[in-house]
């Protein structure tokens, strides 16, 4: 499958960000795609955020809480990540990643959470907080 991040490069603080990640090739339900959101930026490395499993059911991490939120479109063949009030913190790349498996979920958090585990990757997004 391709997957192709799309959104806005500026946003404002306090607002909210929302990208989109399309994917093409296949359905996102036809096979056992699970999707994860990660996101880059200087100094920081590549940080994961969120991810949907192929039934649709998100998983986030206990702590922090959670300003994200992951939708999925089937219809539109898309995953949707929410991103509420955006501080230049979160000036960033961001990737959508998926990885095709049954299993997804008996992963360990730190799995989940792993860029090694997602074998199929967007070419990323940069957007910036910023007034």
């Known amino acids: 499958v391709q997957l192709v991040e799309s959104g806005p490069g500026l946003v404002e603080p306090s607002q909210t960000l929302t990208l989109i990640c399309t994917v093409s090739g296949d359905s996102i339900t036809r096979n056992h795609y699970n999707f994860s959101w990660f996101r880059e930026s200087p100094g920081k490395g590549l940080e994961w955020m969120v991810a949907i499993d192929y039934t649709g059911a998100a998983f986030y991490l206990p702590s922090p809480k959670s300003r994200t939120t992951v939708l999925w479109d089937t219809a539109k063949n898309q995953i949707t990540l929410r991103l509420k009030s955006v501080t230049p913190e979160d000036t960033a790349k961001y990737y959508c990643?998926?990885?095709?498996?049954?299993?997804?979920?008996?992963?360990?958090?730190?799995?989940?959470?792993?860029?090694?585990?997602?074998?199929?990757w967007g070419q990323g997004i940069q957007v910036t907080v910023s007034s």
């Open positions: 990643a998926a990885v095709n498996d049954l299993y997804f979920d008996n992963y360990t958090p730190d799995r989940k959470t792993d860029q090694d585990e997602y074998e199929f």
